[in-house]
């Protein structure tokens, strides 16, 4: 496998990174990071749920659907350290993953779309399929790292809010939805280190590796011998001998 073609594992890379944008970002909507349940004795009266997220928080009976309580400026206020992370390390991963996105796609784009023969002008450029594949890559490890490890502290600090006052805490869906999409990243970063780990016997540095050295243009053949071309001006002048 070669780094002159577009493969199945840039492809399926591609497409796990957008799977895995797109699962972030609901998991950064999402107002189901942490549950408060609250039990009621009294017969006459429901348990009360609140659902906190990141930037909202709702309060529901059981049994209902609606908010009986929809705070919008949550996010403002929020008294929870985890959350707190979380609202800057979320976002800022979704944007590394979309930047990672949009090298992985000028490297196909390049790949797909170039000339047969290189142009010798642009032999020195910088931009080529397995050098933005390799910077994706590391975007997207980088992405996936940012997004992980809060998500994972939210389980150490529920914990610490349980012991701190009531058992009353848990964690909801929404920790789950954004621990797969940081695994989703960490594979799409797999996928195109194998690629490019694949590709690397080509004769070049790994940030340039395609079109890097002018010995390849003898490959292509001229559309005229050396010799034709001094043909304009060689001469053939007779030589007379004399016999006695």
Same mark, same amino acid.
């Given at each position: 496998m070669g780094c002159r073609d577009v493969h199945a594992a840039t492809v399926l890379s591609f497409l796990c990174g957008i799977a895995s944008v797109a699962g972030l970002f609901a998991g950064t909507m999402l107002p189901n990071w942490r549950k408060l349940r609250l039990i009621t004795f009294n017969r006459n009266e429901k348990n009360?749920?609140?659902?906190?997220? @990141?930037?909202?928080? /709702? =309060? #529901?009976y059981d049994g209902s659907s609606d908010c009986l309580m929809y705070d919008t400026t949550w996010y403002s206020s929020v008294d929870q350290l985890d959350l707190r992370v979380l609202q800057f390390a979320l976002p800022l991963s979704i944007l590394v993953a979309?930047? =990672?996105?949009?090298? /992985?796609?000028?490297?196909?784009?390049?790949?797909? +779309? #170039?000339?047969?023969?290189?142009?010798?002008?642009?032999?020195? /450029?910088?931009?080529?399929? =397995?050098?933005c594949h390799l910077v994706a890559g590391l975007l997207f490890f980088l992405a996936g790292t940012v997004s992980l490890s809060p998500s994972i502290?939210? +389980? +150490?600090?529920?914990?610490?809010?349980? #012991?701190?006052?009531?058992?009353? $805490?848990?964690?909801d869906y929404a920790v789950?939805?954004?621990?797969?999409?940081?695994?989703?990243? +960490?594979?799409?970063? @797999?996928? @195109?280190?194998?690629?490019? /780990?694949?590709?690397?016997?080509?004769?070049?540095? $790994?940030?340039?590796p395609l079109y890097s050295h002018p010995p390849s243009m003898h490959t292509y053949p001229q559309p005229y011998s050396a010799r034709s071309r001094l043909s304009a001006i060689e001469i053939d002048i007779p030589v007379v001998s004399h016999t006695t």
């Open positions: 009360l749920t609140v659902y906190t997220g @990141l930037w909202v928080k /709702c =309060a #529901r979309m930047g =990672a996105l949009l090298l /992985c796609l000028i490297g196909m784009c390049n790949t797909a +779309f #170039r000339s047969s023969v290189p142009n010798i002008k642009l032999a020195k /450029c910088l931009v080529n399929s =397995a050098g502290w939210v +389980f +150490f600090y529920n914990i610490h809010l349980n #012991r701190k006052f009531e058992p009353v $805490f848990t964690f789950y939805v954004t621990i797969a999409s940081a695994g989703g990243l +960490f594979m799409t970063s @797999l996928l @195109l280190f194998i690629w490019y /780990c694949a590709c690397k016997s080509l004769p070049s540095p $790994f940030w340039q």
